[in-house]
């Protein structure tokens, strides 16, 4: 999180079509690789389209830039690579509005450093299909374990449907998003339970205390262990499975050479007038 601006930061990176999610990694996580410290071996000597994004208030992405980087035979990005990302990101124009009002973007077509255009990519697709929403769903899920930052005010729920700010009215527009998006269209009964996941969250004041800091800390840390499990998990089924083809391979490669060892025998036998 960048404190000075108040916000998170993340790169997306897509299929060759730029229709669907490949991977997703903290900013962090991003320079390292710009520093030659990993390696992206599932994109290795292609040509990557990819998404910056900074979300703000209520995990409401605020900003995207859709840029394109090579990728080596070694799995190294390109050390040439020098997109001004976050600069790109404050001076791009008007994109999709996702939820809370239209959000900043900057693509091929709409670069506000024209020189840099060639090393960026058009989004194609409209409402949940734009690249710009897959960006949103991303933050949704929150699998990199992002803050929701607080806003600052009076009791969380009360303040944000009373308050005309834009940026407000997202964050209660999101939540409801996210819960329809998993049970289906919102009723009446369940509002109350958004408003107390709300208020829990940025508490009574408007500020989140110690505890509850602790507690959504431990919260997090919880489900990225768990979810490093799974991962583990599915990794480790994978390599078993792939073992158990191997040995399967083997297997018919055996009996094939058997049976052709066969043949050459009855062939020898041929030639000698054995039979």
């Known amino acids: 999180m960048t404190g000075r601006e108040g916000f998170q930061e993340l790169v997306v990176l897509f299929d060759a079509a730029g229709r669907k999610v490949d991977l997703e990694m903290r900013f962090g996580q991003f320079n390292g690789l710009l520093g030659q410290k990993g390696t992206l071996n599932s994109h290795a000597a292609s040509a990557v389209k990819a998404a910056y994004a900074q979300v703000g208030a209520g995990l409401c992405v605020r900003a995207v830039v859709f840029f394109q980087f090579k990728v080596n035979q070694q799995g190294y990005v390109d050390p040439a ?31 506000p450093v024209p020189w840099h ?22 933050v949704w899920r929150n699998r990199l374990g992002l803050k929701p930052i607080p806003m600052r005010g009076g009791n969380a729920v ?60 431990r919260e997090q840390t919880g489900q990225v262990a768990a979810q490093f499990r799974q991962e583990m998990e599915r990794q480790q089924q994978g390599y078993l499975e792939q073992i158990k083809g191997c ?6 490669l055996k009996a094939a050479l058997r049976h052709e060892q066969e043949r050459n025998r009855r062939l020898q036998q041929l030639l000698r007038g054995d039979v």
């Open 247 to 252: 040995r399967e391979e083997i297997q018919k």
């Open 117 to 138: 255009g060639i090393n960026m990519w058009e989004p194609a697709g409209e409402g949940q299909a734009h690249p710009a929403m897959l960006v949103q769903k991303v």
């Open 158 to 217: 009360t303040r944000l449907l009373s308050r005309p700010r834009r940026e407000a009215r997202g964050v209660v527009e999101t939540v409801m998003q996210m819960d329809e998006a998993v049970n289906g269209p919102t009723p009446v009964g369940r509002l109350q339970a958004i408003a107390e996941k709300l208020t829990a969250t940025f508490g009574d004041s408007g500020r989140v205390s110690a505890g509850q800091h602790t507690r959504q800390h």
């Open 81 to 111: 690579f020098n997109l001004p990302l976050a600069y790109m990101a404050q001076n791009a124009g008007e994109g999709p509005d996702l939820g809370s009002g239209p959000i900043l973007m900057a693509s091929r077509s709409q670069c």
